[in-house]
T-cell receptor, first 113, second 113 residues
Framework: EPEVTQTPSHQVTQMGQEVILRCVPI?????FYWYRQILGQKVEFLVS????????KSEIFDDQFSVERPDGSNFTLKIRSTKLEDSAMYFC???????????FGPGTRLTVL | GQQVMQIPQYQHVQEGEDFTTYCNSS?????IQWYKQRPGGHPVFLIQ?????EVKKQKRLTFQFGEAKKNSSLHITATQTTDVGTYFC?????????????FGKGTTLSVSS
């Protein structure tokens, strides 16, 4: 069964450094998403992406964040200058259509020191 | 903005007892999705409800979507230890091409045998 994959599984970085989190969505899906989950808290929407542009973004997704689909398979989330409060699990998800169920990847745990 | 409330936050049951979690949205939803997250895992899609008053069953799990499309519930009959985890409801706001899934805080279920 096809699944969303994410790399790396764990990323440790120093405050102020840039990080890129990578995702490979399910191949016939058209909508891609990033969510984050701070330890013990709920899953929070960051951004959705369709047809090579941002479809929707939350207040969390400020100028420090950007997304890109650099080729036909990868979908990336870049955080330009990480802060301590960016430490969280970041989940990528994809769906066939915006009305369909979203399938989540295993997540990247980001630790900012 | 849209908020999704979920109660209870925690529930402990003896194996064989029933379990219910309730979800309420501050706005009308286009659809509601339910996810299960095991400790250390990622959200796994369970079901999507779209129609007003819809009821769906998956073996021991029964999902309902309210008539006003603002609330939902998940009921598990005769819980088993494999049901342990956090159950999240997540809704998409009723508007054109709404993509963001807004998650509730989840109900963490523990089951003792």
């Amino acid at each position: 069964e096809p699944e969303v994959t994410q790399t790396p599984s764990h990323q440790v970085t120093q405050m102020g450094q840039e990080v890129i989190l990578r995702c490979v969505p399910i191949s016939n899906h058209l909508y891609f998403y990033w969510y984050r989950q701070i330890l013990g808290q709920k899953v929070e929407f960051l951004v959705s992406f369709y047809n090579n542009e941002i479809s929707e973004k939350s207040e969390i997704f400020d100028d420090q964040f950007s997304v890109e689909r650099p080729d036909g398979s990868n979908f990336t989330l870049k955080i330009r200058s990480t802060k301590l409060e960016d430490s969280a699990m970041y989940f990528c998800a994809s769906s066939r259509d915006y009305r369909n169920e979203q399938f989540f990847g295993p997540g990247t745990r980001l630790t900012v020191l | 903005g849209q908020q999704v409330m979920q109660i209870p936050q925690y529930q402990h049951v003896q194996e064989g007892e029933d379990f219910t979690t309730y979800c309420n949205s501050s706005t009308t939803l286009s659809n509601i999705q339910w996810y299960k997250q095991r400790p250390g895992g990622h959200p796994v899609f369970l079901i999507q409800l779209v129609k007003s008053g819809e009821v769906k069953k998956q073996k021991r799990l029964t999902f309902q979507f309210g008539e006003a499309k603002k609330n939902s519930s998940l009921h598990i009959t005769a819980t088993q230890t494999t049901d342990v985890g956090t159950y999240f409801c997540a809704g998409t706001e009723y508007r054109q091409a709404g993509t963001a899934l807004i998650f509730g805080k989840g109900t963490t279920l523990s089951v003792s045998s």
